[in-house]
């Protein structure tokens, strides 16, 4: 676990050490800096900085391109500053053409993410996983990963080449974007959403030899399946953006429902962090580490 005072590690080229590996990156989403540490004390090797999460955290609002991308790039920073682990983290479309990408990799790498995602939805953009999306055409789509790869000022800064076009056009059209994607210069290849077990195995014959991101959505748009298959069908990273915003959600909306009923939580069924372990979480032993070593 980092403190203040902690070196910053080269998350960047841990990142690629854990994409050559022999098994699949899997990567819990995080909203914000407190989801990230969880995520790193359990014992994952990345982190996800979902989009869907934070702008359901920041805004309390859906998925739509209501956020900024300066203020995405502020909740990656602080996630970065939280955790030892490489950071992966949402960048939307890159927030307008193929100039403010450039300007979004720039913000986005001096925040220290260890890779990027970007996608080529129109703006406003959707979740991945709503009805109703749209796709920029594939020259434009294909100039947004061509400016990201030049914009970047070191080479393992990761870049994550999202694709939603399948739901738009179909599978054959989403792999031959993700193609012209790895030609442009993206490091890993994304195609959102396809539908069933038979798109998923389409997608990573069609990509074969790729690396390429699985998107783990519980209750979304994807058959669900094993990550033994999801292994054997040769993916790489395997991302579960919203399982911690659900749960933290429920483990809310259940301690309210006591506190309404009751008027106190004392007959709060569901699990809670003592006071002392919570302060153990956030590393408050830590901090006053860093503090008696500053002041000595």
């Known amino acids: 676990m980092t403190s203040f005072l902690s070196p910053r590690p080269d998350t960047r080229r841990r990142l690629r050490e854990l994409l050559a590996g022999p098994a699949p990156v899997l990567v819990p989403g995080a909203y914000d800096a407190l989801s990230a540490r969880l995520v790193e004390q359990a014992g994952f090797d990345a982190v996800y900085m979902t989009g869907f999460g934070t702008s359901a955290t920041l805004l309390g609002r859906p998925d739509i391109g209501l956020l900024t991308g300066s203020e995405m790039a502020d909740n990656a920073r602080r996630m970065v500053q939280a955790v030892g682990v490489p950071v992966i983290a949402d960048a939307d479309t890159g927030y307008g053409n193929a100039l403010n990408v450039v300007r979004t990799v720039r913000e986005y790498e001096q925040a220290g993410v260890a890779a990027l995602q970007l996608e080529d939805q129109v703006a406003p ?28 000022t070191d080479p393992d800064l990761v ?24 030609d442009a210069g993206a490091d890993v290849l994304f195609v959102e959403a396809p539908r069933t077990a038979a798109d998923v195995e389409a997608v990573a014959t069609g990509l074969a030899g790729y690396p390429l991101l699985f998107n783990w959505v519980e209750g979304g748009q994807t058959e669900g399946l094993t990550l033994q298959t999801v292994t054997e069908l040769g993916f790489r990273l395997v991302i579960f953006p919203i399982s911690t915003l659900l749960a933290a959600t429920a483990g809310m909306q259940g301690v309210l429902e006591t506190l309404r009923r009751d008027s106190t939580t004392d007959t709060h069924a569901g699990p809670m962090q003592t006071f002392p372990d919570f302060l153990d979480t956030i590393g408050l032993a830590g901090v006053r580490e860093d503090e008696q070593r500053l002041s000595s």
């Open 159 to 182: 870049v994550v080449a999202r694709t939603d076009v399948a739901q738009v056009e179909g599978i054959d059209a989403a792999i031959d974007r993700a193609r012209r994607f790895a």
């Open 125 to 152: 953009k959707r979740c991945g996983h709503m009805s109703g999306k749209a796709v920029v055409d594939v020259a434009e789509a294909v100039a947004r990963i061509r400016a990201a790869v030049a914009a970047r």
